[in-house]
């Protein structure tokens, strides 16, 4: 498998013996201690101690583990950077990722999230830069970072293809409001493009939502590397603003120690570019969701109505 961090192979069971563990133990796993879209997560520990997360099914999914979360965790190795968990252990016919658990509490759990740290590790993450962007890590594209911020309208163009029924059901008035913003976008990207002329890419997340960043002893670590792939890291930061509904001082705080790592003159820029994209694109999440049935009515409804709000706003001034 061709990935950033170099060749990695599967497993075979020598790693699993380090570890104490046989195939035997994975497969009889029951009651996950926690579970999402991607797979579910079992802790267990390894014979020497260490404690371990192992995550395994991934929906029969086994192309997006092996080209998305492992290329990551594999990244991190690559960067040496304690910015994500160790990887020990994987079988992608299997469905099955062994990685270290790390102890602490999610940003979104404490009452006083580390956001300086927050800045330093996400900085950590984007300061190897790569001369292409990808979505996949397989398929490389070159360019500017504005023809990947095109890319990522031409994206929320088709998803709001796809999500054409339920969009439809909300009344004509948001389905032109829909497709006015992305027409907004479209405009944006042509009258900003002084700021994305640089051909500069980095490993970005894709999905910091706090629940995805663990409070540790040595500070923010990042988990859940499904989404991920190489982008611009303003992206990453916009997505991370919009997700947690930071405040302005808030973003501050992370830009300041963010930037004492990486020095990118037209970052603020492109966040401020990217942002409202985030936000229809959670607007698009919501809708699902309402439908799916895995969010509460009124909670939906609120958001989703906070973001039209938001978004029909940008249209107006």
């Not at 990935?3 to 699993?16: M, Q």
């Not at 859940?224 to 982008?231: L, M, R």
């Given at each position: 498998?061709?990935?950033?961090?170099?060749?990695?192979?599967?497993?075979?069971?020598?790693?699993?013996?380090?570890?104490?563990?046989?195939?035997?133990?994975?497969?009889?796993?029951?009651?996950?201690?926690?579970?999402?879209?991607?797979?579910?997560?079992?802790?267990?520990?390894?014979?020497?101690?260490r404690k371990?997360?192992?995550?395994?099914?991934?929906?029969?999914?086994?192309?997006?583990?092996?080209?998305?979360?492992?290329?990551?965790?594999?990244?991190?190795?690559?960067?040496?950077?304690?910015?994500?968990?160790?990887?020990?252990?994987?079988?992608?016919?299997g469905g099955?990722?062994?990685?270290?658990?790390?102890?602490?509490?999610?940003?979104?759990?404490?009452?006083?999230?580390?956001?300086?740290?927050?800045?330093?590790?996400?900085?950590?993450?984007?300061?190897?830069?790569?001369?292409?962007?990808?979505?996949?890590?397989?398929?490389?594209?070159?360019?500017?970072?504005?023809?990947?911020?095109?890319?990522?309208?031409?994206?929320?163009?088709?998803?709001?293809?796809?999500?054409?029924?339920?969009?439809?059901?909300?009344?004509?008035?948001?389905?032109?409001?829909?497709?006015?913003?992305?027409?907004?976008?479209?405009?944006?990207?042509?009258?900003?493009?002084?700021?994305?002329?640089?051909?500069?890419?980095?490993?970005?997340h894709n999905?910091?939502?706090?629940?995805?960043?663990?409070?540790?002893?040595?500070?923010?670590?990042?988990?859940?590397?499904?989404?991920?792939?190489?982008?611009?890291?303003?992206?990453?930061?916009?997505?991370?603003?919009?997700?947690?509904?930071?405040?302005?001082?808030?973003?501050?705080?992370?830009?300041?120690?963010?930037?004492?790592?990486?020095?990118?003159?037209?970052?603020?820029?492109?966040?401020?570019?990217?942002?409202?994209?985030?936000?229809?694109?959670?607007?698009?999440?919501?809708?699902?969701?309402?439908?799916?049935?895995?969010?509460?009515?009124?909670?939906?409804?609120?958001?989703?109505?906070?973001?039209?709000?938001?978004?029909?706003?940008?249209?107006?001034?």
């Amino acid at each position: 498998m061709d990935i950033i961090g170099g060749d990695l192979k599967p497993n075979n069971s020598s790693e699993l013996e380090e570890l104490g563990i046989t195939r035997g133990d994975l497969d009889n796993l029951q009651n996950p201690d926690a579970s999402g879209l991607s797979g579910k997560v079992f802790f267990m520990e390894a014979k020497d101690g260490r404690k371990l997360a192992v995550k395994k099914g991934f929906n029969g999914d086994e192309g997006r583990m092996e080209k998305n979360a492992l290329e990551l965790l594999a990244g991190r190795e690559a960067l040496n950077r304690k910015v994500a968990p160790q990887l020990y252990y994987f079988d992608p016919e299997g469905g099955i990722m062994i990685t270290e658990k790390i102890e602490g509490q999610t940003l979104d759990e404490v009452e006083n999230p580390d956001l300086s740290g927050m800045g330093e590790t996400l900085g950590e993450v984007h300061k190897t830069k790569y001369p292409f962007f990808t979505n996949s890590l397989q398929e490389k594209g070159v360019g500017t970072q504005e023809e990947y911020l095109k890319t990522k309208v031409r994206a929320l163009k088709a998803r709001a293809e796809g999500l054409n029924e339920l969009i439809a059901q909300r009344g004509v008035d948001f389905v032109q409001g829909v497709n006015r913003i992305i027409e907004h976008f479209k405009e944006l990207a042509e009258e900003n493009g002084e700021f994305f002329q640089e051909n500069e890419f980095a490993l970005i997340h894709n999905d910091l939502s706090f629940d995805n960043v663990i409070q540790s002893e040595q500070g923010p670590v990042i988990i859940d590397w499904g989404n991920s792939s190489i982008g611009d890291s303003a992206l990453d930061i916009a997505k991370m603003f919009a997700k947690n509904n930071l405040s302005h001082e808030k973003q501050e705080e992370i830009f300041d120690s963010y930037s004492a790592t990486v020095d990118d003159e037209t970052l603020r820029q492109r966040v401020q570019i990217y942002y409202p994209m985030a936000k229809l694109n959670s607007l698009f999440t919501c809708l699902k969701r309402i439908q799916d049935g895995n969010i509460k009515p009124k909670k939906g409804e609120e958001r989703l109505a906070r973001d039209y709000e938001y978004l029909m706003s940008l249209i107006k001034e």
